[in-house]
């Protein structure tokens, strides 16, 4: 599970990130939607350890991550909005590579590389060199680096971005059954067919705050509108 109690970031002047509070849990998928430059991926990137917060705390089963960045580094799969492949590395060596950081032994390596290359389709890619992929290609290796030790929590910053029809549904297959796993996932994007397909729960974020926290039924009886979109649409034009 992963709580976020009164994030704030500020850049210079700018303040990206303004008291953001939320709680994405285990057994759900929740999503983070706002428009570009809302303050989501300032957001994940402080709950992923790659950023420090200004003020505000990130627990993330339990562990404080300011406090123990390493113990929760263990727990987070990361899927960053830069995707940061090994270039001369094969598309399974940088899947190995990662399993390796996690200290799994090889056998486990395998049967999961051989699991998620096939779950998202790149038997074809599996052994080339990563430099020159196009941006569905380095989206699909980026996602199975990020799941090869099967973490209990799942960030993922617009997890779809590149990726054909086919491979959009099996990603969404493959989250899926983390949620019945009973993992927490949590998802940035601006897709709302995503927010629609996936999400149990959705934290709306506008001008670096939450201003709709709630399942897309609720959003929508929030709004007094029939469609997510127009419900969404709705309550960033009201918020402060």
Avoid: W
Avoid at 93 to 120: P, S
Avoid at 187 to 197: F, G, K
């Amino acid at each position: 599970m992963i709580e976020v109690q009164g994030l704030r970031k500020s850049f210079g002047a700018k303040r990206a990130v303004d008291g953001v509070s939320f709680c994405a849990r285990d057994g759900e998928i929740t999503g983070l939607l706002g428009p570009n430059g809302a303050g989501k991926t300032t957001t994940l990137r402080m709950l992923y350890t790659l950023m420090r917060p200004d003020a505000g705390s990130v627990l993330i089963d339990g562990r404080d991550a300011e406090r123990e960045p390493l113990a929760v580094r263990r727990t987070l799969g990361v899927l960053p909005d830069s995707r940061g492949l090994y270039k001369r590395l094969t598309a399974r060596e940088n899947i190995e590579y990662f399993a390796a950081l996690q200290g799994m032994d090889a056998a486990t390596t395998r049967t999961r590389c051989d699991a998620l290359i096939t779950t998202l389709a790149m038997q074809d890619i599996a052994g080339r060199r990563t430099e020159g992929f196009s941006q569905g290609e380095r989206v699909k290796t980026a996602i199975a680096r990020a799941l090869v030790h099967e973490p209990r929590n799942v960030l993922l910053d617009e997890p779809t971005n590149g990726l054909d029809v086919m491979a959009t549904r099996s990603l969404r297959e493959f989250l899926r059954g983390l949620r019945a796993a009973g993992r927490c996932v949590l998802l940035s994007t601006h897709l709302m067919q995503e927010v629609a397909a996936l999400c149990d729960r959705i934290v709306i974020i506008a001008h670096g705050r939450v201003v709709a926290d709630g399942s897309a039924a609720e959003l929508r009886a929030l709004a007094g509108e029939q469609h997510l979109e127009e419900a969404f649409v709705k309550i960033i034009g009201e918020a402060p």
